[in-house]
């Protein structure tokens, strides 16, 4: 006598087979944070701090340029400084690259393996595999952008010590509001970087290539900030993601503007909600051989 579940279970399909539970979030999880990129990528974001303390010690005290006074001018005022600087020398092309690594290798590299026909076929639905390497590679990316401020800051706070965020133009921020102003910083970075993510992603299915991927996503983001230095294109420079990179800035002010994050925020999940679009419709009709 057949059972419930097996009566209920599609014609052709094992006992028990449930498409939900295959290649579950964990097990991606834990095959990425194996692997050696992921722990240089991570090595390099924690170094990062301790090297622009060792260079602002070697050249001295950082001061104001031709009577302006910039975010770096102010680096040494205290540890939230000090990670406000971070983010800010990172968040055009270092942290870029941690995210279409995660993002555009995760396919690809399978394929290059000759792994991902074998994925499939245990068999993992195509959309799931999408959706678990998505995620991962999501949350990975999230992590790299949280433990760049978090070592800054604690590392800031060693050399400088614990004090208000001073800002350029005058005032400052208490320690506790910058430290919540700096998570809307953060967080603001990550949702501008999906655009990146789903340029990587949607490459990492077409190609078995993951250096095309990841260096295709890479190459991209720099011909949208070169295209955003034109001056001459005006107001189409509003639909470029690159235009709203540095809005950000205007979370950590005495009285904070949140137009221009809102509309970068938009336009980087309108793209990259495409994008992942793309790269799911392509994949359910790919012919995997590798």
């Not at 991902?116 to 999230?142: F, H, I, Q, T």
């Not at 800035?249 to 949140?258: F, L, N, R, S």
């Not at 336009?267 to 051989?289: C, E, H, N, P, Q």
Request: charged share 10%.
């Amino acid at each position: 006598m057949s059972t419930l579940a097996e009566r209920t279970e599609p014609a052709g399909t094992a006992s028990g087979y449930r498409p939900g539970h295959t290649l579950p979030l964990r097990v991606e999880l834990a095959r990425q944070l194996k692997r050696r990129r992921t722990l240089v990528m991570g090595a390099i974001l924690g170094l990062l701090p301790f090297v622009l303390v060792v260079a602002f010690a070697i050249g001295g005290e950082p001061g104001g340029r031709n009577g302006q006074v910039t975010l770096m001018d102010t680096a040494t005022a205290s540890g939230a400084n000090f990670a406000a600087v971070n983010l800010f020398v990172s968040a055009g092309f270092l942290l870029v690259i941690p995210v279409a690594l995660f993002c555009g290798d995760t396919v690809a590299s399978e394929a290059g393996w000759s792994s991902l026909r074998y994925l499939l076929a245990a068999p993992v639905p195509r959309a799931r595999l999408l959706w678990s390497k998505l995620v991962v590679g999501l949350g990975l990316s999230l992590a790299a952008m949280v433990l760049l401020p978090l070592v800054a800051l604690a590392v800031g706070t060693v050399a400088h010590g614990w004090g208000p965020l001073e800002i350029p133009t005058g005032g400052a921020l208490a320690p506790g509001t910058a430290a919540q102003r700096l998570a809307v910083v953060v967080a603001y970075i990550f949702v501008s970087q999906l655009v990146t993510a789903g340029l990587a992603f949607w490459l990492s299915t077409k190609t078995d290539a993951a250096l095309g991927a990841v260096g295709g996503a890479v190459g991209l983001t720099i011909v949208g900030n070169v295209l955003d230095a034109v001056t001459a294109l005006g107001h189409w420079r509003d639909f470029l993601p690159a235009h709203w990179q540095f809005a950000w800035a205007d979370a950590v002010q005495p009285h904070p503007e949140w137009s221009g994050m809102i509309q970068g925020a938009a336009i980087s999940i309108t793209y990259a909600l495409v994008l992942f679009a793309l790269a799911f419709r392509g994949f359910a009709r790919k012919d995997v051989v590798s």
